[in-house]
């Protein structure tokens, strides 16, 4: 079993940062993709940026250039910052894990104030 915690969701204004965090724990494949997936009120989950473990990237059009995944292997986290914030990010924000099976973070709140 594997556990998602995420960390550093808030309010912020439009035109600001913030550096989300996930930490992964528990039986972890060592060749996995860990992520990031949003989700605004009466709106689908989708998803925002992605990373394998080999370090490949991958996000939706509409953050490239604003926002940043990394990750640290040897800590099993995962962040995201997010800059130039527009009130159209504001969502519930998921971490997620491949590998082998697929697991959820509960969900971090962001909110973008105009």
């Known amino acids: 079993q594997v556990q998602l915690v995420e960390s550093g969701g808030g309010l912020v204004q439009a035109g600001g940062s913030l550096r989300l965090s996930c930490v992964a724990s528990g039986s972890i494949t060592s060749i996995n993709v860990m992520g990031w997936y949003r989700q605004a009120p009466g709106k689908q989950r989708e998803l925002v940026a992605s990373i394998t473990s080999g370090g490949k990237l991958n996000y939706a059009d509409s953050v490239k250039g604003r926002f940043t995944a990394s990750r640290d292997n040897a800590k099993n986290t995962v962040y995201l910052q997010m800059n130039s914030l527009k009130p159209e990010d504001t969502a519930v924000y998921y971490c997620?894990?491949?590998?082998?099976?697929?697991?959820w973070g509960k969900g971090t709140l962001v909110t973008v104030s105009s």
């Open positions: 997620n894990l491949r590998g082998g099976r697929e697991y």
